[in-house]
DNA sequence: CTGAAAGCGCTTACAG
DNA sequence: CTGAAAGCGCTTACAG
């Protein structure tokens, strides 16, 4: 809301709006002289000129839109600050939306972004976007959009957009297999409904692992619920309670991780004496604290980071082909389980 | 970027883009004929306004500014949160910075949210601005780009702005109290060095509480860092490994706390029995699993709406008087000192 | 009730 | 090297 104009600039230099532009694009040719009294009264009235007019008069803005499910959960918090060191260096500009997995508030934000021009989205779904119906439809609202799209953590197959996920798959895998040779064959697991990607791809490798070393899955030992500690919560009262209950137990996130561990703390038990359990994803204060928790770790920061390159390579080369990247999960602790 | 402009609309409704205009906003008088037709129209094509043309038409935009230290703090997470509780209802758009805790980004910060047009801040200060002369360019700054500010957390005192803080000495006071009266009388303190102003209050709060209390403060039990978990622990190490030693310590926020806590248990020492520890700020997962440490609460997602709150009263009156909330904090789990 | 026109603060061919 | 003018997509007096 600074006053100041290009035109109260060009006035003061005794030159044209024209060429008051120019040298602040570097754009055109100037003349040293000129050149260095328009940027003198730049500097002098401290003008900076207004983004919004410049978006709408070049058609392009430098504003990239984050839309994600839940920003107080810290897997979030730390995207979004690799996402920012990228930013920052390219000179973006962050429009930031919450959904809190709400399919609504998630199409509102898509369509807010898009009054807002931005240049570019890194998106994580707040839904799975399931119902081939619902499927088309955010299909169409992102075409309209038609700024370049960067998925993140949330592979929801939407093929025709770069995207940046983890390997839950095999990091459900491997957390699975250390289980097993670490001699659990009753392996339990809490993780969000089938209905999820992300559920579905963790429970694959998890059944997999059992297979692979011949443990005939039981479903008994297996608990759907959705990403939230208080489902999680639950459900791990549950399996706790269970008479023949499993010796390990596989969690789905770091909500989910700390539902399982009120559940259990509650009842006087504790890791790893009383029951084995495998986080997924790091949980900072516990690791401080020595507390026994053998976790899948996530790099939250490199996926945000990645996200924002690949969204800047897909702005400038826009028909580059599509990518894909696939990051490594790491077991973490192993020996405690 | 939708290629569909208000003529388009106005071509296809048949009518003059002043039209269009009108029905979207609902200003002026339209016959309910060509307001139904207009509607069909725009329904109908999905069609958004640019929010960029908009806002340079009307000259004021519905973008504020959010300016955070570190974003990966939880507890600038739950302030987040709260905002975007309040900014959603009122239709107001998020523009992002962090600034980890350098005056550099943050003026910086502060540069392009005047060149995006915002029409408030929400401003939680990188650094104090100490020095009277950076205080004062500050001061420029923020009147320079002339919109409403609220300050968070961070009073650095800039008593021309809103603002919304905690009550840090009376949270440090309580605390010291209550560790007095569950018989400490060595009581250690790992604070941030005392040229930030939330170090000075916490540190007044703890002082008084001893003097009221006729135990002369110990300058060998107070240790100064910053506000970062890898400093608290140096110091903790330090302090823990003193020869007398105090039973109980304060820390300065939840990465303090953890810091802390991680000297301790490389010790392989634990809380209570080998030291008592009030920490400022929930940390939610060591709460979950019943972890014995007694904090000092403070409910950031309240900070984040009122500070959103007071930010729309004041962009609706910009003569209201001003306004400093300080919100009360809490002792939890005192029964544990 | 409705439209033509000017204006918001920039950029960018087009002349010169 | 430099300026006058048109245009970006809206809004808003001003006429009618």
Redesign the interface.
């Known amino acids: ?3 100041l104009t290009i035109m109260d600039i060009a006035k003061e230099a005794g030159v044209s709006k024209a060429t008051v532009s120019r040298v602040m694009n570097h754009t055109g040719s100037v003349s040293e002289k000129t050149r260095e009294r328009v940027l003198s009264v730049i500097r002098d009235r ?1 003008f ?6 410049r ?2 008069s070049t ?1 392009v ?1 430098t ?1 990239i839109g ?1 839309v994600v499910p839940e ?4 897997f979030f ?2 995207i ?2 690799g996402v ?1 060191e990228i930013t ?1 260096e390219n000179g973006l ?6 959904t809190d997995d709400d399919a609504e ?1 998630d199409r509102k934000a898509l ?2 972004l ?4 931005v ?1 570019g989205i890194l998106y994580t779904p707040a839904v799975d976007y399931g119902d081939p119906a619902e499927r088309k439809e955010l299909r169409k609202i992102l075409k ?4 370049p799209v960067v998925v993140m953590d949330r592979n929801i197959g939407l093929e025709e957009l770069d995207g940046v996920y983890f390997d839950d798959y095999h990091g459900m895998y491997d957390a699975t297999e250390q289980l097993i040779r670490n001699g659990h064959t009753r392996i339990g697991i809490i993780n969000a409904t089938l209905d999820r990607v992300l559920a579905r791809e963790r429970q694959r490798g998890f059944l997999d692992a059992l297979r692979q070393h011949g443990i005939e899955p039981d479903e008994s030992l297996m608990y759907f619920g959705n990403f939230r ?1 208080t489902k999680a919560y639950e459900l791990a009262k549950e399996l706790l309670a269970q008479k023949n209950r499993p010796t390990a137990v596989l969690t789905c996130n770091n909500r989910t991780t ?2 399982f ?2 559940a ?3 009842r006087g038990e504790a890791v790893p004496d009383d029951i084995t359990v495998v986080g997924l994803d790091r ?4 690791d ?4 026994p928790l053998c976790f899948i770790e996530r790099d939250a ?1 490199s996926m945000g980071r990645k996200a924002a390159k690949l969204l800047i390579s897909r702005m400038k080369f826009p028909d580059r082909p599509r990518i894909e990247v696939v990051l490594d999960t790491k077991l973490i602790g192993q020996e405690l389980s």
Chains 1, 2 share one sequence.
């Not at 401080?288 to 507390?291: A, R, S, V």
């Open positions: 809301m600074s006053s401290q900076t000129p207004s983004a919004m007019a978006n709408l058609g803005s504003a984050f920003i107080d959960n810290p918090g730390e979004l600050r920012m920052d500009t962050l429009i930031f939306y919450t508030k369509h807010l898009e009054n807002n021009q240049c309209e959009i038609n700024v500690a700390i539902g561990l009120r259990l703390h509650e949980i900072e204060v516990l401080t604290i020595g507390y920061r």
